[in-house]
């Protein structure tokens, strides 16, 4: 299993509303947008359950799922940053 179908398996763990976004960035390749998304949902949820009126859409969030797409879409991001000009240079 690649890592972008790996992202695809989790990409149902962040909130229901952002799913549709999630998905429309992985099927146009925009990680970067994807991993400010997933960083998004994870500070939101993280708030919201520790509110005084959680909204039901963060409570059925699995925050460890949502985590490990995290880790997914980080580690994928990174390799696809291209060295730049100097670093480039230096081979």
Known sequence: MT???????????LPES???LGE??????QFE?????VDSAI????????GDNPKEE????????L??????VDVYAEQLQLPS?????EY
Do not use: G, T
């Open 58 to 65: 963060y409570l059925k969030v699995d925050l460890w799922e």
């Open 67 to 72: 985590k490990k797409l995290k880790a997914e």
């Open 18 to 20: 952002d799913i549709p």
């Open 85 to 89: 000009e100097e670093e480039y240079e």
């Open 43 to 50: 500070f939101r949820v993280n708030k919201n359950v520790r």
């Open 24 to 29: 429309r960035f992985i099927s146009e390749r």
């Open 3 to 13: 890592a972008v179908d790996r992202m695809r398996k989790l990409i149902n763990n």
């Open 33 to 37: 947008s994807l991993q400010e998304l």
